[in-house]
């Protein structure tokens, strides 16, 4: 997984830290930090997803989870760099980014059969 991403021309870094580490990822599994330009995913999170300390099962659920988290966060990098993070409650706010992060897949998916992607 890269490092860093590029949100509508900033720079962000990606950095997976422990909860215990980390008292913002206190009650959440990854946070944007848009001061700071960064993308916080908990790290327990991503070694579960990648297989540690789970049951065989369990891994393709947790993977689809954290893929969730990342374009979640990532959102978020977008709604603030675009100026818009503070029209909205954060309540709103989430809500909005969490419907984009569910359903980007879908709508890849469609654009990509359209050949209308880009």
Do not use: C
């Not at 993308?39 to 969730?68: F, M, S, W």
């Not at 879908?106 to 654009?111: A, M, N, R, V």
């Amino acid at each position: 997984m890269k490092d860093k991403i590029t949100v509508l021309g900033q720079e962000y870094v990606i950095e997976h830290h422990s909860k215990e580490s980390d008292p913002r990822l206190e009650g959440f599994d990854g946070y944007h930090a848009p001061y700071e330009k960064k993308i916080v995913i908990a790290q327990d999170i991503v070694d579960k997803a990648e297989g540690r300390n789970l049951e065989p099962d369990d891994t393709g659920r947790l993977d689809r989870y954290l893929r969730h988290i990342y374009r979640h966060e990532i959102m978020h990098a977008f709604f603030d760099e675009s100026g818009i993070t503070y029209q909205y409650s954060r309540d709103e706010e989430d809500f909005l980014v969490d419907w984009f992060a569910r359903q980007y897949p879908k709508i890849k998916k469609i654009f990509e059969e359209l050949g209308v992607e880009e």
